[in-house]
């Protein structure tokens, strides 16, 4: 019988090898800036899942996943969080290269689903896209994924592309906060 070092596994998890610098996130979840949205409140942006091939497919629109190598609907990804074949849970007697398989079928059924749905930018969005293929993988022994879990799991657990891409994030953000200050500091004189 053969057995499968872990460092096999991580090649096999990952047909194509993960690559933030070249924009390749196999088995990933994406997640990149909204703009206006991101700028007023820097967590709440556009969500997006990839193949192990590092296809990323993103709820985009009304009746309209986007499917790229590279890019989700609102642009480039700058965060992101891969995922090992051991946190999908359905089944686990499953092989590496089973799971991967699963992941695949899993993402593409989500956005067969979502290509025949209506978006709402509030119940019916892109979190609930990615929800659906991590509910059917048992992500994480995890099987009620929504728009909060996901907000959370990317606070805590999503990796910046690059420093670029933190700023491309904040940037804005801090920028309102400073005009407020001295909107505020104008007015209000201590």
């Known amino acids: ?31 990149c800036p909204i703009p206006l949205l991101t700028w007023f409140i820097p967590f709440v942006g556009h969500l997006g899942i990839s193949t192990s091939e590092g296809i990323i497919h993103d709820f985009a629109g009304p009746y309209h996943v986007n499917r790229d190598e590279k890019l989700t609907g609102f642009g480039a990804v700058t965060k992101y969080v891969a995922v090992n074949s051991s946190s999908i849970l359905a089944k686990q007697h499953q092989s590496a290269i089973v799971k991967a398989e699963k992941w695949d079928e899993a993402v593409e059924l989500a956005s067969s689903h979502y290509d025949r749905q209506m978006h709402n930018l509030i119940f019916n969005n892109c979190h609930s896209h990615v929800a659906t293929a991590l509910n059917d993988l048992e992500y994480m022994g995890f099987t009620r994924w929504n728009t909060l879990y996901l907000i959370i799991h990317l606070i805590v657990h999503g990796k910046f592309v690059g420093i670029r891409q933190f700023l491309k994030t904040y940037i804005p953000f801090f920028i309102i906060v400073a005009i407020v200050a001295v909107v505020l500091t104008s007015v209000y004189p201590n």
């Open 1 to 31: 019988r053969m057995s499968i070092s872990q460092d096999d596994e991580l090649t096999i998890d990952h047909r194509v090898a993960l690559n933030p610098q070249a924009d390749t996130f196999p088995m990933c979840i994406v997640w």
